[in-house]
């Protein structure tokens, strides 16, 4: 059984790992927007796009048995190491091959296919890493594995800013995506005290092969539900239009990794080992939405408050037609909050192909409104978009964890709906703030401290009154109170 306090503790060295990493990660995202044009981000973002759906089949969701199974086995363990690396190879060859088909949709002014070429060496080494990866995930060491991110981030970034300066311009963030992910492969390895033998055995690929297919489906439908509007503003509206919505969205996934995917890389070990009992199942699914909703809700509205101040602020004024976009997406998160551990809590159980029925319908729907979004109202419109289909696909989202988790409605509602009200009012307050600054025709980056003083001032008076044992989980999260 794993305590609320254990859980805690878990997540607090997740957040050490995933902060640590995208402060990093985003302070040279900020410095590449201001050295790069518009269109050379679009470009950089079409391209992660495509290497995010053929990483999936570099990887077949292999390591992901081993978090999940039962006692270790050395054998299992290599086997599927070197059938992942073996078809990370295949993946990189093949995208090296097609980089030239790639490419066409890449603006003219970037060496679309170079880059393609280039950042498909990505592949083989992500895939390498994914075995220790998931045998630190299992045993729960959020430690080891949060110092590996630190350090993949800061070599990764050191990199990238000495190019930059050096004048490389887009080729900045590739070299730190492949220094990045050569140092997180070194790490996790030593981390993990595990390493590569000259062992395989098809017997023992059986079992994680079932496991990998029965949840690629979903993995699959997940990177599609994640890329599809990119996709779809990349070949309707051009690079152009994409580079504004990647600032955006790049803003955006940094308050959803920071805190949500933190308490989310807890969430599946947590949940596996209480698969088998139903009550504390449900108990440990509560505690996560509703630990997280609190922090994820505040800083997705907060975005909703502050979001073309922070673009403007952060990236400069060239950038502002991101600020509309991120104030939409930042909605959309508001909306997603409370459903995030969903897809775990099904995985958790063994119900892929039910996670992977929902996001399909994600995927069948967001192909639907992308597309009707972008050639009627633009880029704006497919942030808006995001947001309707967040709202029409909620109930059916929700309907299925809670049915798994055998969780009533009533109590799942009292989980987060505290919460929401809580960042209401610091996105109001928050508001209020940046506005009453723009009134004295104070700069932008004060009318954000304005805004942004007074949100934190409302969470520190709201929360205690409102949701004094979260304030508790709070403080002892921040290691404050034990």
Not at 90 to 112: E, K
């Amino acid at each position: 059984m794993i305590t609320a306090s254990a859980i805690i503790k878990h997540v607090r060295w997740a957040a050490v790992g995933t902060w640590g990493s995208k402060v990093v990660a985003l302070g040279i995202f900020v410095l590449l927007t201001r050295l790069l044009p518009v269109e050379a981000i679009g470009a950089i973002a079409l391209i992660a796009a495509y290497l995010a759906m053929l990483q999936l089949f570099g990887e077949a969701g292999l390591a992901d048995y081993l978090v999940q199974s039962g006692e270790r086995d050395p054998l299992h363990e290599q086997t599927v190491f070197w059938t992942q690396l073996a078809l990370g190879c295949v993946v990189a060859a093949v995208l090296w091959l097609l980089a030239p088909l790639a490419a066409s949709s890449i603006a003219d002014s970037v060496p679309g296919e170079a880059l393609v070429k280039i950042m498909a060496l990505n592949l083989p080494l992500i895939a390498a890493a994914r075995v220790p990866d998931a045998l630190m995930r299992k045993s729960l060491d959020f430690k080891k594995l949060a110092f590996r991110n630190l350090a993949a981030a800061l070599c990764g970034g050191i990199a990238g800013v000495f190019c930059a300066l050096r004048g490389f311009g887009v080729w900045a963030l590739v070299v730190k995506q492949l220094v990045e992910s050569s140092v997180a492969l070194v790490a996790v390895m030593i981390g993990a005290r595990w390493r590569p033998r000259l062992q395989y055995s098809r017997d023992a690929l059986r079992a994680p092969m079932r496991y990998g297919l029965g949840i690629l489906g979903a993995r699959t439908l997940t990177v599609l539900h994640g890329r599809l509007d990119s996709l779809v503003i990349g070949w309707l509206l051009g690079p152009l239009a994409l580079g504004y919505y990647s600032v955006a969205l790049r803003m955006y996934q940094v308050v959803t990794e920071m805190f949500t995917s933190v308490i989310d890389s807890v969430a599946v070990p947590v949940l596996a080992n209480a698969k088998h009992e139903a009550d504390e199942l449900g108990r440990n699914y509560l505690r996560l939405v509703k630990g997280s909703s609190l922090l994820s809700m505040t800083a997705y509205a907060g975005l909703v408050a502050l979001g073309p101040l922070l673009v403007q602020v952060a990236f400069g004024g060239q950038w502002s037609s991101a600020g509309p976009i991120l104030r939409w997406l930042g909605l959309a998160g508001f909306i997603v909050g409370p459903l995030w551990f969903n897809g775990g809590v099904l995985l958790a159980t063994g119900r892929a192909f039910t996670w992977m029925l929902v996001i399909g319908a994600y995927c069948i729907l967001g192909a639907v409104l992308f597309p009707l979004a972008a050639m009627y109202i633009g880029v704006t419109g497919v942030a808006m978009a995001v947001v309707v289909r967040g709202l029409l696909l909620a109930p059916l989202s929700a309907g299925c964890a809670l049915r798994v988790a055998r969780v009533p409605l009533t109590r799942y509602l009292q989980a987060w709906t505290p919460n929401a009200a809580i960042a209401i009012a610091v996105a109001t307050g928050a508001w209020l703030g940046a506005s009453g600054a723009g009134v004295a025709n104070l700069p932008l980056y004060l009318m954000l401290a304005a805004g942004a003083g007074l949100g934190l001032l409302c969470f520190l008076i709201v929360v205690p009154r409102l949701a004094n044992g979260m304030w508790t989980k709070l403080l002892e999260l921040g290691g404050l109170q034990r």
